[in-house]
């Protein structure tokens, strides 16, 4: 087990579950009941319900499993990964406050004061938020009116696109930072400043461990790992510790990269005793986001003036950089996941790829240029998208990118070009729920409103096969017992349900990493 970045280690399988039989299932698509016959952490057969038991003597089995579990007419499924998590900061959200619901500058500050008023704790060391997006209010953020909310008491407050913080006069002493006059921290800064406002003493194993069962309750059973951390030396203790509802795939950021590749650490090795730990991919921010206006766009934002330093956004990385260590990343055999927002960062970063003749993937790819789109497929590059960020960011987009959001969040346009998708959520930016994923990626709508450009809109068969990690929305005899019991047809009507609001509220009845139980809705 790696405990920290050294020579490669070799993984011990975690302890092979018992049989299991699913009894009286459905595939995706509906048709008759089966049982799933489950063994060595795989699917074994898939007969009609009530069948004898697979012949061992075939090649097929195990001995007849002393344990089963009745289905009920439930519908089986391959398991579901969420392809873009920062599982620590998902953690540590539901510990702030929780400013998702602000919708100005003044509703932000009545909350500061009121945590403030309420809790004796808050008013003695400080307050952390979280959630608000500032993009639309109707009036500005400032450091004076921050400051004239909580006087001598530390407080830090993160956009809920994580690329952005207000901060008081007397957290910005503690930290020894300093803001301009709206008390606002951007990107690399911004991000400084976030890592040292987490205390470790609250980022226990059981609460790691509550949230990734929280997870498997959804269907869960695998992540991508994007927080900015040592996630190749973290998550190992961390499964050991017990944390083992789900596979963690972990990225490594440039400043951890020399480490790994020392180490001889390639994408795809196995990293904990356990099997549930994979090296994943590099991760490098290539601009902002758009909520800030820091996304790199090819067209400026309205509301700043040509000759703002980024008034088209940013780029975060000069792109000779951003080629190094992509480079060095591919010649060690590490693959590459680039976050690119803005269709100027989009082209760069295909650029990027195209210049290295190397495969990886393209982190949100929220704004592309029409010509850009084909490209993803032509390169064999993966687009790693966010649905639901859509949804949060429609009114925002129709603003600072009026006239262009006919090619935002394209996600159709990406799948009839032949361009592999994969759905994720960026949380806490929003839930760690592949099924809140996939309503949005379907319906394109949420909360009543009416469907944001529907032309968009995936068909519920592409939208759960980006959901896992199987080439098919079907479960097959050989595929690893990853799977999960949902109390209805995945593969919606979209004609009687154009919102997809059954895949938002979809239930869960159990979850299966490997064949062990993760979450059983069941007993």
């Not at 006087?151 to 994580?162: A, F, N």
């Not at 973290?234 to 180490?263: C, K």
Request: negative net charge; hydrophobic residues 45%.
């Amino acid at each position: 087990m790696h405990t920290a970045v050294g020579a490669r280690v070799s993984s011990t399988p975690s302890a092979t579950p018992e049989p299991l039989v699913l009894r009286n299932v459905r595939l995706a698509g509906g048709g008759v009941l089966l049982d799933a016959h489950l063994a060595q952490g795989r699917v074994i057969a898939l007969v009609p319900a009530g069948s004898p038991a697979p012949d061992p003597a075939a090649g097929a089995a195990a001995p007849t499993p002393a344990t089963s579990i009745d289905a009920a007419g439930r519908f089986l499924i391959p398991g579901l990964w969420d392809h873009h998590v920062h599982f620590t900061q998902w953690v540590i959200q539901r510990q702030r406050l929780d400013l998702a619901d602000t919708n100005s500058a003044a509703d932000v500050l009545q909350l500061v004061r009121g945590a403030l008023a309420d809790d004796a704790q808050a008013a003695s060391s400080g307050v952390v938020g979280y959630g608000f997006r500032d993009g639309l209010w109707p009036d500005l953020p400032t450091l004076a009116s921050l400051d004239e909310a909580t006087g001598s008491v530390p407080v830090g407050l993160i956009s809920g696109d994580l690329h952005c913080m207000w901060l008081n006069s007397a957290l910005q002493a503690k930290l020894d930072v300093s803001t301009d006059a709206s008390g606002l921290l951007r990107e690399g800064e911004s991000f400084a400043v976030m890592d040292q406002l987490q205390d470790p003493s609250a980022l226990t194993h059981e609460i790691y461990a509550k949230t990734a069962a929280d997870a498997a309750r959804r269907g869960v059973v695998g992540i991508v790992e994007f927080e900015n951390a040592d996630n190749i030396a973290q998550w190992p203790v961390r499964t050991a510790a017990g944390v083992d509802s789900l596979r963690v795939e972990v990225s490594v950021w440039p400043d951890f990269l020399e480490a790994a590749i020392a180490a001889g650490l390639k994408t795809g090795d196995v990293l904990d005793d356990r099997g549930l730990v994979t090296m994943g991919p590099l991760k490098v921010i290539s601009d902002g986001s758009l909520n800030t206006r820091t996304a790199w766009c090819w067209e400026p934002y309205p509301d700043l003036d040509l000759m703002h330093p980024h008034s088209c956004g940013m780029q975060t990385v000069p792109l000779e950089e951003l080629q190094e260590v992509m480079g060095r990343a591919r010649d060690a055999q590490i693959a590459a996941a680039i976050h690119a927002i803005g269709d100027r960062a989009n082209t760069a970063v295909l650029d990027a790829f195209e210049a290295l003749r190397m495969p990886g993937v393209i982190e949100h790819a929220q704004l592309l240029r029409w010509e850009d789109i084909p490209r993803f497929a032509q390169l064999g590059l993966t687009a790693s998208v966010q649905p639901e960020h859509a949804m949060d960011d429609r009114d925002v987009a129709d603003a600072f990118w009026a006239g262009r959001t006919d090619r935002a969040f394209p996600l159709e346009a990406m799948r009839r070009a032949g361009v592999k998708l994969r759905l994720g959520s960026d949380a806490p930016v929003a839930p760690l729920d592949p099924w809140v994923a996939m309503a949005a990626a379907v319906g394109r709508s949420r909360d009543g409103r009416t469907p944001w450009h529907p032309e968009q809109r995936l068909d519920p068969a592409t939208a759960l096969a980006a959901s896992t990690r199987t080439a098919s929305v079907q479960v097959r005899t050989g595929d690893v017992a990853d799977l999960v019991l949902v109390d209805s047809d995945p593969l919606i009507d979209t004609v009687t349900d154009p919102s997809a609001s059954g895949l938002r509220e979809m239930g869960v009845s159990a979850t299966l990493l490997g064949g062990r139980l993760t979450y059983d809705g069941l007993s």
